[in-house]
């Protein structure tokens, strides 16, 4: 029997990308949805916060303000309330059609940053449950880069979550590298090194032999 192509055996499948800020990880979305989409592929391209009307206003509260007022819980909820909605809006129907959904984080970010925060991971996983139900991904590919080579990368102003401390940003990429043993979905960590074209052939291989 012949193998399924790469855009066979994800259709229908929700696929997370993510790892801390410079990580490349938009960049390996935005080239794995043209992969897709040059194959022929039904591929839905989104991110989280954000992906939808009411998720975008809550991301420009979350990434265009100085959050050093705002409480860990206020933050984490404003997180979880834009992805419930994207859930609801996006990647439900999106899967029910049979495509494939390619998403820019999802709770993955908020159990590493808000957990960098403070916030208690196992409380993080339960508030996960309740935002999303059971459409957790079916595969989260984290891509991994040291802090400072990472934010050597970064362009531009940095946003809330970027300007943090150098030793948040450490944590974060700590509790990112430890996610398979904590998250209740499968998570592979690809080498983020290298060139574009070296990383997203590290990701089209983890995703040809991973299990789905």
């Known amino acids: 029997m012949t193998a399924p192509s790469l855009a066979e ?12 800020d410079g990580c490349g990880k938009s ?8 992969r897709l989409a040059a194959a022929g592929t039904s591929v839905v391209q989104t991110r989280d916060p954000g992906g939808t009307e009411i998720g975008d206003r809550i991301r420009r509260v979350l990434l265009g303000h100085d959050l050093r007022a705002m409480d860990v819980r206020c933050e984490t909820f404003l ?22 959904v390619l998403c820019d984080r999802f709770i993955s970010s908020t ?3 808000q957990g960098a925060a403070g916030y208690d991971l196992a409380r ?4 996960g449950n309740h935002a999303v139900g059971d459409r957790w991904p079916h595969l989260t590919v984290v891509i991994n880069v040291p802090v400072e080579r990472a934010f050597a990368r970064i362009s531009g102003k940095l946003d809330a979550m970027e300007s943090r401390p150098r030793a948040f940003h ?7 590298l430890q ?11 690809v080498d983020g090194s290298g060139t574009v074209d070296e990383v997203h052939a590290r990701v089209v291989e983890l995703l040809e032999r991973a299990a789905l």
């Open 9 to 20: 055996k994800l259709a229908g499948k929700f696929i997370v990308f993510d790892g801390p």
């Open 27 to 34: 960049t390996q979305v935005q080239r794995l949805y043209e």
């Open 79 to 100: 997180f979880m309330a834009s992805r419930a909605q994207l859930v609801s809006e996006v990647i439900d129907p999106a899967l029910a059609d049979g495509s494939v």
């Open 111 to 113: 159990y590493a940053y």
């Open 124 to 127: 993080l996983l339960d508030l």
């Open 170 to 176: 450490e944590k974060v990429r700590e509790i990112f």
């Open 179 to 189: 996610l398979s043993t904590m998250y209740p979905a499968p998570v592979y960590t």
